[in-house]
Structures are given as structure tokens and as C-alpha cells.
């Protein structure tokens, strides 16, 4: 094994994700956000998808053994410092997953358990929920909710910041070390928090909301926290350094396709533009 101290390859960030062929989410998202940040991005396929911003028409699962011949692949030539999990559709997706990064042993993983895309689509099986949860969660570094997909994990509506804060120290308590949780869903005209809960207590970060419907936003989040945190910065700065890159990311987002749904445009937010 190559000594980390003098190893001269530059940093890698995995995304193993679904495949949006609208370029808007998922594994192009993720590598866009990747190369935004200064990262190398490497890309394992665990779905694909037909799919536009009006919304998802079809869904197709690699087979197990090719899923995990992608991930061997990626850890056997890259020095990779992250790695971030979208789009996983079943139980069986999930644990060929979990028993990688049980092999592997990553320093970091950003987990965003992706159930429902923009458009309504169920993007993970019924069987899928239980695994997410006993399997993925208690391999985290930190896993990134909105408030849907935590009401699924939880089982009860979130429907205020109070009830926010109390989902993400739920979530904790099912095993994860640090949840980030999104409050873009969340009512009312107000700023958009996003509360981190991880074993200091809780962090908020606040941003103006704006008036559209964006595609895109929660992969983008945990990618740009996986790219961080490869790059060094603690979790608290990752999470708020990602927030503050996708909101001026989506306040310069765009409509590339006949939908209502906005594109973000990556790379007028780089860091440090």
C-alpha cells in the first residue's frame, strides 16, 4: 500500500450514484461539483436513468458484480479522499455498496439517501428503506437528508425548525455521526436553514430563499461537503462551505430543457470566484 505521506497523486472524490441523462443531477451533478472544488472525480454507475427536467421515464440497475468491479476499480489506482453515495435503488444496490466500503475503508463518506427525485418519482425500492438505514447510516461521516427523505427514515412529519433539530438528532441516534439536514422543503417565507448535528451539539446556516424550483440541489450539497472534506477542511466548515456554493450556485442557475425546473450552474460559483 502506498504510504499517503508521499504520495504524489492528487486527491480523488468517488460519487457512486444514478446517472441523470439530463445533466442536471446525480453523477453529472456530482462530477461538475467535483471539478468546481479543484478534485479529481471518479464516478461509479450503481443506476441509470432516462430522464429530463420534466421528469424520470425509466430506470435501469447494473447487476451487483458489475457495480462492484467499478468500485475495486476506482480504489485500486486512486488516492481517494471521499466518497459520496446518491442514488442506490435496492436493498441488494445498498449492501454490494456497504460491503465495498467495508473493504475499502474510506476516510470519508457523505451519504445522500436520494428517495424521490424533483418530479415525484420513486427513486428507491420499498425494501431499500430498511437496508439505508442498518447498512449505510452507520458508515456515514455524515449523511444528507431533506426533510422528506428524513420523514421517510423517521417515520414522522418535520414540520417546524424545532422539529428539525429533533429529526437530526433522530437520525444520529439511528447511527450516523453527523447529519446535515436541508431545510429547502420546510414552509413558510422565511431563510432557508440547513442544521448540522454531530457530536459538538448543532450548527445552523441560513440563506435567502429564492422563488424557484431547482433539480439537482441535494446532490450537488453532498458533493461539494465529500469534495471538502477531501480536501481537508473539518465537517462544520465542509457543511457550510457547501451550503454557500450551491445557493450561489442556483442563484445563477439556468433552464437548459422545455421544463420549469432549474439547472445549477456549477462553475459561476466556484470557490474562491
Not at 472525480?41 to 457495480?67: C, N, W
Not at 429529526?167 to 417565507?189: D, F, N, Q, T, W
Request: proline content about 5%; some cysteine.
Amino acid at each position: 500500500m502506498t504510504d499517503p505521506r508521499s504520495d504524489a497523486r492528487p486527491v480523488s472524490v468517488l460519487t457512486i450514484a444514478g446517472s441523470d441523462s439530463g445533466g442536471g443531477a446525480g453523477i453529472q451533478a456530482d462530477l461538475k461539483t467535483f471539478a468546481a472544488h479543484g478534485v479529481h472525480g471518479l464516478s461509479v454507475l450503481a443506476a441509470l436513468t432516462a430522464q429530463h427536467t420534466r421528469g424520470v421515464t425509466a430506470v435501469h440497475v447494473p447487476p451487483p458484480e458489475f457495480l462492484d468491479a467499478q468500485i475495486d476499480a476506482c480504489f485500486e489506482d486512486f488516492r481517494i479522499g471521499a466518497v459520496k453515495l446518491g442514488m442506490l435503488a435496492s436493498a441488494t444496490v445498498i449492501d454490494t455498496v456497504a460491503r465495498a466500503l467495508e473493504r475499502h475503508r474510506p476516510a470519508h463518506v457523505v451519504v445522500d439517501p436520494v428517495m424521490v427525485a424533483t418530479s415525484g418519482a420513486r427513486l428507491l425500492e420499498a425494501d431499500a428503506l430498511d437496508a439505508l438505514r442498518q447498512r449505510l447510516l452507520p458508515l456515514a461521516t455524515v449523511v444528507t437528508p431533506n426533510l422528506p427523505e428524513a420523514e421517510l427514515l423517521l417515520g414522522w412529519r418535520i414540520d417546524d425548525l424545532d422539529a428539525m433539530s429533533q429529526a437530526a438528532s433522530a437520525l444520529r441516534a439511528l447511527g450516523a455521526p453527523a447529519v446535515l439536514l436541508k431545510g429547502g422543503h420546510l414552509a413558510g417565507p422565511g431563510e432557508v436553514v440547513d442544521i448540522l448535528a454531530d457530536a459538538q451539539g448543532e450548527q445552523r446556516t441560513a440563506h435567502p430563499r429564492l422563488r424557484v424550483d431547482a433539480h439537482g440541489t441535494g446532490c450537488t450539497l453532498a458533493s461539494a461537503v465529500a469534495a471538502n472534506l477531501a480536501r481537508g477542511l473539518s465537517l462544520r466548515d465542509a457543511c457550510t462551505a457547501a451550503a454557500d456554493y450551491v445557493h450561489a450556485a442556483l442563484r445563477s442557475g439556468y433552464r437548459p430543457g422545455l421544463g420549469e425546473v432549474l439547472v445549477l450552474d456549477h462553475f459561476a460559483a466556484m470557490p474562491g470566484r
